[in-house]
């Protein structure tokens, strides 16, 4: 059961994609408060209520116990003292003794969570400027309140197969020779890839939908070689437009008055990597429009993918801010000054970028309302996505687009995904990134993953090596590392024939991570799950933390301690355990529910089936289309008979329906051992244990 409540005047998000009715009365076991502008939604907690949601934020799965704050955020720093990332999902579901209930805040300006952080036993949902539609939902399950809730949001964002394939990145590859480079040292050794990131190194001066011709002398024809390679780039699009007379972005934006204004009229200068820069109005669907069809030049070029940044958004000062900062230090010049003189003294340089001040400098055009930015900020980086997605499907509308973002709302999960944006080469950020997960697949980001090996500060390989045991599930699957950090290919390494090994695992999956991909997608389920929506009767299962559910047959239970050569695990039922070196070497071992210790070198990765269920394997590949998906060996433990429905389809129609891409594989046990069956399918069940 979903109820919608508006308060105040809430502005339209287009996260909610099936428009629910409003109700009035009173909302269930919430207290509404009203606090000057604010509106605050109080619920007390039992003792063991857990609460989950807000997609991509830190911390546990389990978001009890923290105060986090729905502001859209450039910060690298993903520490466990935040209260914000680049994202804001306003989803939170609270599960325990009265049930499962929990609301969804449509607020694209600042909203708080606290969640037992003042008072242990309550939780109060804060809107700071009091203009929402809250959505009360209730349901038997978790599972099924994320059902509930993904059906109003719509459909998640398909990528095309090929989206699924390994992507190298860096902040740093800076000409044509680097990627070319990048690209043949993958295929020399085999190291399965399909794409190749261009950072901003490729512009011209930083400068949107430009590249710099001395550095790519003929990007088609660069284009057209990796794609006969197999191979695709995908190019990064930065939210601010450098200020540059002379530059058709900049300049039609200036004479069609598409860039955001400060109340005097005057456009809104922020600087970021271009140095000025102006920001395009994405509120306005003119100029998502406008700002969509600047993609098809790239496109034209042969690009088919791309990533947008710096969309929370960034800025890393302004004139007006950096004025401020020196009156502050003019005041102070020649004075005998005070500890706390000198604090607001650094604080005001280093207090510049993406300040309040700043994003309350301007104003966008809100259906023909002049709307202060901190009103909407949270919705900047959603509405560059759907400009992004706009352009691509206009360019290509028979063809899925691959897009992802950095910073997102509900809604934006329809129009792309989302990369988890900059982490750093830390242990917990694999925890981290694994969690997060969870959390994004309940808010219908089901395109993600995080910058595998860390993006900023130094990886080491066997950080890498246990991260991209994790990467092998998540759907978008990048090697992102930032300028001037140690180099992060898997060709680096001495470890690189281990590595390339655990890639072969995730090509040699696809057929099922992608049939389960889009079967959620297309259900409206979550892809990863915490084991408490799926065991919600074993109480060992409520608070694990470092586990998930993959689709309706596995569990994942990754490394992601330094040194470790093992882990603990908790089998919720009776499971197999694929033990991968490779896709061609593993071992099978059935094992019983409960507390296991399970030794893992640093070469070896677990991936847990669960009894009575058989998944399908292919031989590989070196990049997706490479791939046969017909040609599967099943892994499983069954006592006589299981089956699988597997989803497939071309990999790139838009409007793809279930039951036309389901195909049966029907398993069964004959004289112990099994024999497996289905159509237009060769399939070999000799890896499948009988018993
Ligand atoms: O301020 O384009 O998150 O992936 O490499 C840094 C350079 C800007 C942030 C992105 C990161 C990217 C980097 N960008």
């Known amino acids: 059961m979903i109820r919608r409540y508006d308060y105040g005047s809430p502005i339209f998000t287009h996260a909610i994609a099936i428009p629910q009715p409003v109700c009035t009365g009173d909302m269930p076991r919430f207290t509404v408060e009203k606090n000057g502008d604010a509106i605050s939604f109080r619920v007390h907690m039992d003792e063991d209520d857990q609460i989950f949601g807000l997609g991509e934020s830190v911390r546990g799965i389990n978001k009890r116990g923290h105060r986090y704050r729905a502001w ?55 809107s700071e400027n009091g203009n929402c539609s809250v959505y009360y939902i209730e349901a038997d399950t978790l599972i099924g309140a994320v059902k509930e809730f993904r059906h109003i949001i719509g459909r998640s964002y398909l990528p095309p197969k090929w989206g699924l394939g390994y992507i190298q990145s860096r902040w740093g590859y800076t000409t ?101 820069a102006v920001f395009p109005d994405f509120m306005r669907n003119d100029v998502r429009q406008w700002f969509g069809d600047k993609y098809h030049g790239m496109l034209e070029a ?135 997960l969870a959390g994004m697949n ?62 072969t695992v995730r090509y040699a999956l696809l057929p099922y991570l992608y049939s389960e991909f889009m079967k959620c997608a297309l259900t409206g389920s979550s892809m990863f799950r915490p084991l408490a929506f799926d065991y919600p009767q074993d109480p060992a299962c409520l608070r694990i933390e470092d586990q998930l559910m993959l689709g309706g047959e596995c569990m994942i239970a990754p490394v992601y301690e330094q040194n470790a050569r093992g882990r603990n695990v908790y089998l919720p039922e009776d499971m197999l355990l694929v033990r991968f070196r490779s896709a061609e070497d593993y071992c099978l071992i059935p094992m019983e529910k409960g507390r296991h210790w399970i030794d893992l070198e640093l070469n070896e990765m677990p991936l847990f089936i669960r009894k009575g269920c058989v998944i399908p394997m292919s031989r590989g590949g070196e990049w997706v289309g490479g791939v046969d998906f017909t040609d599967l060996t099943l892994l499983g433990w069954i006592d006589c008979a299981s089956c699988y429905k597997l989803y497939n389809d071309d990999g790139f129609t838009t409007s793809p329906v279930l039951e036309e891409g389901l195909r049966t594989i029907r398993c069964k046990a004959e004289g112990g051992r099994a024999d497996a069956a289905g159509e237009g399918l060769r399939l070999d069940a000799a890896k499948v244990i009988v018993g």
């Not at 002398?217 to 794609?227: E, Q, R, T, V």
């Not at 400098?361 to 992004?388: I, S």
């Not at 992102?480 to 950090?485: D, R, S, W």
């Open 442 to 503: 309940m808010c219908g980001f089901l395109y993600t993953g995080a910058d595998l090996g860390g993006f900023g500060q130094n990886t080491t390989e066997d950080l890498l090596q246990r991260w991209l045991q994790l990467g092998v599930f998540t759907p978008l699957m990048r090697n992102h590392a930032a300028l001037g950090t140690r180099d992060q290919e898997i060709y680096r390494f001495s470890m690189q024939e281990d590595m390339k090994n655990i890639l």
């Open 72 to 126: 859209c955020s450039d910060d690298f720093s993903h520490t466990e003292d935040k209260a914000s990332l680049y994202a804001s999902h306003n989803l939170v579901l609270f599960s325990g003794k009265s049930g499962v209930f929990g609301l969804y805040v449509d607020d694209p300006g600042a909203v708080t969570f606290d969640l037992g952080y003042t008072r242990g036993d309550e939780a109060v949902i804060t």
């Open 176 to 276: 044509e020779e680097d990627l070319r480079e990048v690209a043949k040292n993958h295929r020399e050794r085999h190291i399965p890839i399909d794409m190749l990131s261009m950072d901003i190194d490729y512009m011209e001066d930083f400068k949107d939908f430009t590249w710099d011709a001395k550095k790519f002398p003929d990007l088609k024809a660069m284009i057209s070689d990796f794609k006969a390679d197999n191979l695709r780039v995908v190019p990064i699009i930065d939210a601010g437009v450098k200020l540059c007379p002379g530059d058709p972005t900049y300049d039609e934006g200036v004479e069609k008055g598409y860039f955001v204004k400060k109340e005097d009229g005057s456009t809104f200068i922020g600087a970021v990597w271009p140095g000025k």
């Open 302 to 436: 042969g690009v088919e993918a791309f990533w947008n940044d710096m969309n929370e958004p960034a800025i890393f000062y302004s004139e007006e801010g950096l004025d401020d900062a020196y009156a502050k230090a003019d005041e102070l010049r020649g004075k005998n000054i005070g500890v706390y003189d000198y604090f607001d003294l650094k604080d005001a340089f280093t207090g510049m970028s993406n300040s309040m001040a700043d994003y309350t400098r301007f104003y966008h055009d809100v259906d023909g309302q002049q709307v202060r930015h901190d009103k909407v900020h949270n919705l900047y980086g959603a509405m560059m996505t759907k400009a992004g997605a706009q352009g691509m499907k206009s360019f290509n509308p028979d063809k899925r687009h691959l897009l992802f973002s950095r910073a997102s709302f509900i809604g934006a999960h329809r129009d792309g995904g989302v990369w988890q944006g900059d982490n750093f080469s830390w242990w917990s950020h694999i925890l981290l990134n694994m969690r997060e």
